[in-house]
């Protein structure tokens, strides 16, 4: 049985996005949604969220940077914790 047409486009998807983090890296890329659009369609910001943390193959470091520490540091605001 062949993947389906949802897999191969998953596995598509997140291949153009490791090469976009590979050649720009993680400090220049930063993850955002279109929340008011994705809700449209029964996607929760978790699920827009776990894409990047649970089903992409990023380090640890790289989320770091993608997931927040990258955008805060384009905006000179304070990381706390």
């Not at 193959?57 to 520490?69: I, N, P, Q, V, Y």
Request: hydrophobic share 35%; proline share 2%; charged share 25%.
């Amino acid at each position: 049985m062949g993947a389906d047409r949802g897999d191969v486009r998953s596995a598509l998807e997140a291949l153009h996005v490791r090469e976009m983090v590979d050649k720009m890296g993680p400090q220049r890329c930063f993850c955002g949604t279109d929340i008011a659009r994705l809700l449209g369609h029964g996607i929760t910001c978790t699920d827009t969220i776990e894409q990047f943390t649970k089903h992409y193959d990023f380090t640890a470091d790289e989320l770091e940077w993608m997931m927040g520490r990258g955008i805060s540091e384009v905006l000179n605001w304070p990381i706390e914790g």
